[in-house]
């Protein structure tokens, strides 16, 4: 038995960091880099592919399914939860509870792809967390490609970038930005350079993983640790920023291509 996590690309692997440095198991990674950005693109084909990467890591005896990728989340997750009724699916989703809890009384922005802000997922959300006027929403979309696209992360342009989005923000009414795409804290560094010391940058890592700990407990996986990490169009490149990410060494995972086996 094995526990899957699911992005478009690299996103996901910062929950999966989390994820193996709390919980050992045999993990399953795949990244969908083959159809990376998912978040400007349309419902209908973003829906197609990510059934057909949860089919492939159902076929790897993943029982439980990590959905580290919020636009996938919003979109499919209800959707695979009845196609797959004996698999535990966890989704991800904007980290705006705690931000609330923690300061009731300032506003949030929400940051995210742009299908992420758009769906109804997100507004649910926020209606019955009682959010009302006090958030901004914020399409970051450019960031995914500044982490997937080159042969290295483009920590300057997407510095560049997030100083320009964040320009008009007036942060006095605000106390935290929640990263609600699972590429954006890749960036952390680059958003904590352009927004004032006060304002808290919150990411769902911590959250979704405290949830995968519960569920793997309760289904008894052995307690192995083995890293294999799947990607759906070869990119001699990714691997090696999937190591930076995680701070692990090439040898500590397995890497394979896999684009024959879902298309
Ligand atoms: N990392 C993903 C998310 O959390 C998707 C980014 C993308 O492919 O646009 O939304």
Do not use: Q
Not at 48 to 74: G, M, P, Q, R, W
Not at 99 to 127: D, R, Y
Not at 188 to 194: I, P, Q, S, V
């Amino acid at each position: 038995m094995k526990i899957g996590f699911f992005d478009s690309g690299l996103g996901g692997l910062t929950i999966f960091k989390e994820a193996i440095n709390s919980y050992k198991a045999n993990y399953v990674y795949l990244g969908d880099n083959g159809h990376a950005p998912y978040g400007v693109k349309s419902k209908e084909e973003v829906k197609e592919y990510v059934f057909k990467c949860i089919k492939y890591l159902i076929d790897c005896e993943c029982k439980l399914i990590v959905i580290a990728c919020n636009t996938a989340t919003s979109i499919c997750i209800n959707d695979l939860r009845e196609m797959y009724s004996n698999i535990c699916f966890i989704g991800t989703e904007p980290a705006i509870k705690p931000a609330i809890v923690k300061n009731p009384n300032k506003k949030i922005l929400v940051t995210a792809t742009t299908l992420t802000l758009k769906e109804e997922k997100l507004k649910n959300l926020m209606n019955a967390l009682d959010v009302k006027n006090n958030f901004e929403l914020l399409p970051m979309d450019k960031l995914v490609e500044f982490a997937e696209h080159g042969d290295k992360i483009d920590y300057l342009s997407a510095n560049n970038y997030i100083k320009e989005s964040l320009e008009k923000i007036n942060f006095k009414e605000y106390s935290s930005i929640v990263l609600g795409c699972t590429h954006f804290p890749i960036f952390e560094n680059e958003f904590k350079n352009n927004v004032p010391n006060y304002i808290e940058i919150i990411d769902s890592a911590k959250g979704v993983v405290n949830n995968v700990i519960s569920h793997a407990k309760d289904m008894n996986f052995k307690n192995n640790m083995d890293i294999e990490i799947n990607i759906t169009k070869p990119d001699e490149y990714f691997f090696e920023k999937a190591t930076n990410i995680l701070e692990l060494k090439k040898e500590d995972m397995r890497c394979k291509i896999i684009s024959n086996s879902i298309a």
